[in-house]
């Protein structure tokens, strides 16, 4: 076992779980660190580290606390003692979404549709009390590509142009955005839980704490062009038109749908370039053809022409055709 963070003992015992065996579990991609912990006769809680200054809890805890609320199913608190970084929640096993249809394929439109249906439970709701992923937000995240992909792969790249490509696809979709919901911003696949073990039940949410005030498009591409697996097109294509009935959303937003998408593909691009070169995690490189290849597609939609004119002026074709492989 590797060394346990300081506090860890003494947060568990004035818990009430002083007695309980301490599991490490593999981490994401931030500074969080997440143990289980299980008593004898197999009660179980789930442990996070978000330790400061590089994390804050209290987003995490607000957000649950909002979710909760509305009907949605985040993690129980058991405890909290967010200055430290220590949060216990409800445990909701190990049935993970990503590995259930691994392993169980011929549930995989059963499992999407009640993920699809959460979100859709989502855009019924007056947004929650959270920022608002706004226009400079959206910018910071897109400029990610050309902080950390471009120059890892030495590409000598229109900065200004970038940005001003992005603003003119941007805005006006902020522009005819009617309605505002409530974004968890990394809803996919890895980050739903099957409650009891099986596709088409109940659904436990984890990781929400960056939650904004945003498009409904959003949650809905980051499900459906899942950094961390394939998703089948005509899967994307059923589960966009299921989301598109339970909410009725208008004639654009299948633009608007290419729109976040690029915006947020191009970020992960940056981001997973930044996690192998910044912080050792080469793993992330191996993901990045397929989220180029959700970004090439959504890059042909019409709505997405002044940045596809940058890439196509920028970013060499052996580039693409390589599907964006960086080499560290």
Known sequence: MSELPKGLTEFVSQSGW?????????????????????????????????????????????????????????????AANA????????????????????????????????????????????????????????????????????EAQNLAVDVPGYSAAWEAVLAPMIARQTRNVTVLRDYHAENIMLLSGRAGAPQGLIDFQDALVGHPAYDLVSLLQDARRDVPEQVEADMFARYAEKTGVGDDFAADYAILGAQRNAKIVGIFTRLAKRDG???????????????????????????????????????????????L
């Open 83 to 150: 200055p430290d970084g220590w949060v216990l929640t409800e445990d909701f096993g190990d049935a993970r979404m990503k590995e259930w249809i691994d392993q169980n394929p011929h549930d995989e439109t059963a499992a999407y549709e009640s993920a699809i249906d959460a979100i859709a439970a989502l855009y019924t709701l007056p947004a929650g009390p959270f920022a608002p992923y706004d226009l400079p937000t959206y910018l910071r995240e897109t400029d990610l590509l050309t902080q950390w992909y471009c």
């Open 18 to 78: 002083g007695d309980a065996a301490i599991e490490p579990i593999p981490g994401d991609a931030s500074f969080r660190r997440y143990f289980r912990l299980r008593r004898e006769g197999g009660e179980t809680a789930m442990l996070m580290h978000a330790p400061p200054p590089q994390e804050d809890p209290v987003p995490f805890l607000d957000v649950a606390a909002w979710l909760t609320q509305n009907g949605l199913r985040a993690p129980r608190i058991i």
């Open 281 to 327: 995690k080469p793993r992330y490189l191996d993901m990045i053809p397929r989220v180029w290849a959700y970004l090439e597609r959504d890059l042909a939609h019409d709505a997405l022409r002044p940045v596809a004119d940058w890439f196509d002026a920028n970013i060499p074709d052996h580039v693409r055709a390589a599907g964006g492989r960086v080499a």
